[in-house]
């Protein structure tokens, strides 16, 4: 964290890692695309859970998070016209202020491509710097992706997510039927016209979605990656993250909470994971590629401590800590990490997810709930 808060800003006012996807040891870039939507709603609720977990003590961990919602709010939305008008981008160029274009995989559709799984963990990461600095642009944000994932909402299947994983912002050409990040969507800020569409993506959630065989072609837990296209390619990062949802929520979101939760962590532990010497079980993050980038293998630490405080059994516990220990070996002395728990890989920097964005929650949840592990 020290590290990043000693990122420099650029003209815009931003720190290079909220539009640098792709950021390098010395706070430069090395790549031109970008993934805003996902990268930055990671990093607010990472700082605000550090911020919250510090104590509120350091002001520049608050402002690193209301700059990174400045950033998702002025700079990256579609056109104000179509299906999902000034709708949160998945992907751009770090160049372009604002975003006007689509990058990685969604490039190869249109330019206004967009995935509205990522709008949503977008709009409930402004949800949440409301919440903590009052914001009224963060909270018109949020609602208007909400509002447009409920008004876009069709009836799901066993092979049809409520969304589809791609979409054309402007004109609803969609692609891709399947797509099982859905934690992110089930809002919740006491808006009657948001109870509906949630209740019906419970359900769906229960009734195809933790049912859903865990064979690839018929498989719901596919389609993550901004970067990847491929229909079959299951993934941690999803059900990991319903775990993590389920496991706060508790009695709160469904009784049967517990079984849910430890299904989803061993279905992931089952298809993605490997162990290391020293009994570490690293994550990896998809079916075509199970190396331990930094999001998907933080996530199983963060995610098996909640799990465990949540009265899962040592044994997730013991997960957490190995794992999150292995990962702290991959961030030097003055505090710069690599995108990739990996001995044989040495670089500094890399993709912002994997090295800091989608990380530092993941310690902060296992720190809170394991206190001791907080203390030193």
């Not at 690293?282 to 098996?304: F, H, R, T, Y």
């Amino acid at each position: 964290m020290d590290w990043y808060l000693k990122c420099p800003l650029d003209v815009h006012g931003y720190p290079n890692f909220v539009f640098m996807t792709f950021m390098d040891g010395t706070y430069d870039v090395n790549r031109l695309d970008s993934i805003p939507a996902t990268q930055n709603g990671l990093a607010i609720l990472s700082y605000l859970k550090y911020w919250e977990f510090t104590g509120k003590t350091k002001p520049k961990v608050l402002e690193w998070a209301r700059r990174t919602g400045d950033y998702l709010v002025r700079e990256t939305l579609t056109p104000n016209r179509g299906a999902y008008p000034k709708f949160t981008r998945s992907t751009g160029y770090y160049m372009d202020f604002p975003l006007f274009r689509s990058a990685q995989g969604d490039s190869r559709y249109t330019r206004n491509t967009i995935q509205p799984d990522k709008g949503g963990i977008a709009g409930y990461a402004l949800l949440r710097l409301y919440d903590a600095t009052g914001d009224k642009a963060s909270l018109r944000q949020a609602l208007r992706n909400a509002r447009l994932l409920a008004k876009n909402m069709r009836v799901g299947d066993a092979t049809h997510s409520p969304w589809p994983f791609r979409v054309d912002s402007v004109t609803g050409e969609h692609w891709g039927e399947r797509c099982g990040n859905t934690a992110y969507t089930l809002i919740e800020k006491g808006e009657a016209q948001f109870q509906p569409p949630r209740a019906a993506l419970w359900q769906w959630i229960k009734q195809y979605l933790m049912t859903t065989p865990e064979t690839p072609p018929q498989c719901l837990w596919v389609q993550f990656f901004e970067d990847y296209d491929m229909d079959n390619n299951r993934n941690s990062w999803a059900p990991l993250e319903m775990a993590r949802y389920l496991s706060e929520r508790k009695e709160k979101l469904d009784p049967e909470w517990k079984s849910m939760a430890e299904q989803l962590i061993q279905f992931s532990l089952r298809n993605f994971s490997n162990t290391r010497p020293g009994g570490v079980t690293i994550m990896g993050e998809q079916d075509d590629d199970k190396d331990p980038w930094g999001g998907a293998c933080s996530k199983l630490g963060g995610v098996a401590a909640l799990f465990y405080a949540a009265g899962g059994g040592e044994a997730y516990k013991d997960i957490a800590f190995r794992n999150l220990n292995w990962m702290s070996y991959f961030i030097d002395n003055d505090g710069c990490p690599a995108q990739k728990a990996e001995a044989t890989n040495t670089r500094r920097g890399g993709w912002q997810e994997d090295c800091h964005t989608d990380v530092v929650h993941n310690f902060v949840d296992a720190m809170t709930a394991v206190p001791e592990w907080g203390h030193n």
